[in-house]
């Protein structure tokens, strides 16, 4: 179903979408180092927990690739190095710290292997972090296309779409698979200021794929609500802690309390790897704080006077007690959150 690829290894480079420039154009990016994978990153150019965690694998690659002629000590010190700096790019998408967990561990047994060997240890590792996110995102969406009405009108915000992973999606890889097995499905993209993630790459990855999609203000869900037009929301996340609260794009919360209001079924989509069990409640997630200029400028010019203050947080946290399900690659998790988690997790390990 797709017909673009997010994120892929090609001729030892990292190949991405740059998706600072869509919809206007599709422009890919053949990245070949680690500070320009930390700038892509930043900048988001590649975006979405799960595509951060594997830019930041890859990244890791790029960097064993850089050092790979240096004796075996700087080898590792300029390893290690890059996973400082990948680590300190976002610091919310747990996906990126799981990520690069995982290739820290490869350094944890390279017995007496050679710099060039490692390098394909590492190389393989990251590539299985993106193929098990292929599999996984269409796992996730098969469990979730159950909860989906035939009609449907769903409401999402950001992008949880196959541009936020390897590709196919989260929250969207369930509308996706509705769609597959024939139910009616309409979309509402809330466009998602200050970076417009659904108005720029929902609304063309949905259009893409032939789903009927409309974009509207994020102000304006309220009254859509009211309406009586949403059958239910569907959301990616972030990072979710231990009891069920669900950090994702700014916003995200405010759609969760108008669901409640209105009697709309809240779901939030996302891997096992987004969980994090060392954050008890969503209190300690740290929330990323972006440059006022997204804030302050529209289209290259000032849209708020120079020395007024501006608040940017580029995430917020939903209570629990506002979600109705989270839709994994395992299956469907239900309140009580903090049991269902547990058990999930630990009949997975
Ligand atoms: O700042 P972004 O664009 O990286 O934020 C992305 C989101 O908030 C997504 O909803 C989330 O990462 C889930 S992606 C499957």
Same mark, same amino acid.
């Not at 994120?7 to 154009?25: A, C, E, H, S």
């Not at 050679?114 to 098969?142: F, H, M, S, T, V």
């Given at each position: ?45 590649? *975006? ?11 990244? #890791? ?26 680590? *300190? ?48 995102? %269409? ?36 509308? %996706? ?37 409309? #974009? ?22 972030? *990072? ?27 779901? #939030? ?38 020395? #007024? ?24 998790? *239900? ?15």
């Amino acid at each position: 179903m797709m017909i673009f690829k997010t994120i892929d290894w090609v001729n030892n480079k990292v190949r991405l979408i740059d998706q600072t420039q869509l919809p206007g154009r599709s422009h890919y990016l053949d990245i070949d180092n680690v500070d320009d994978m930390a700038e892509a990153i930043c900048s988001l150019r590649v *975006r979405g927990a799960p595509a951060i965690g594997i830019a930041a694998a890859l990244g #890791v690659v790029l960097a064993a690739d850089q050092s790979i002629q240096e004796n075996m000590e700087l080898f590792l010190e300029n390893v290690r190095n890059a996973m400082d700096v990948l680590g *300190r790019t976002r610091p919310t998408a747990v996906n990126l710290f799981w990520a690069l967990n995982r290739m820290e561990k490869v350094l944890d047994r390279i017995e007496n292997l050679k710099p060039a060997d490692i390098r394909e240890r590492l190389l393989q590792e990251a590539l299985e972090i993106l193929n098990e996110d292929r599999r996984i995102c %269409y796992q996730l969406g098969a469990f979730g296309a159950e909860l989906i009405p035939d009609p449907a009108h769903i409401l999402t915000h950001c992008n949880a779409g196959g541009l936020a992973t390897s590709e196919y999606g989260t929250a969207l890889a369930v509308i %996706y698979q509705a769609a597959e097995q024939g139910k009616k499905v309409e979309v509402f993209a809330d466009e998602t200021r200050p970076l417009l993630q659904g108005a720029r790459l929902t609304s063309w990855e949905l259009q893409t794929n032939h789903i009927d999609v409309t #974009v509207l203000c994020d102000s304006a869900a309220a009254y859509l609500m009211q309406q009586g037009e949403i059958d239910c929301v569907i959301v990616g996340a972030d *990072r979710i802690a231990a009891n069920g609260d669900v950090a994702n794009k700014v916003g995200t919360y405010m759609l969760a309390v108008l669901a409640e209001k209105h009697q709309i079924p809240f779901y #939030v989509a996302a891997p096992v790897s987004s969980f994090d069990l060392s954050v008890i409640s969503g209190g300690e997630i740290p929330i990323e704080q972006r440059d006022r200029s997204e804030v302050a400028t529209y289209m290259g010019k000032m849209t708020v006077p120079e020395s #007024v203050k501006v608040y940017n947080p580029a995430f917020d946290v939903t209570p629990n007690s506002l979600v109705k399900a989270i839709i994994t690659e395992k299956g469907i998790l *239900r309140p009580p959150f903090h049991v269902s988690i547990t058990n999930i997790l630990q009949k997975n390990k």
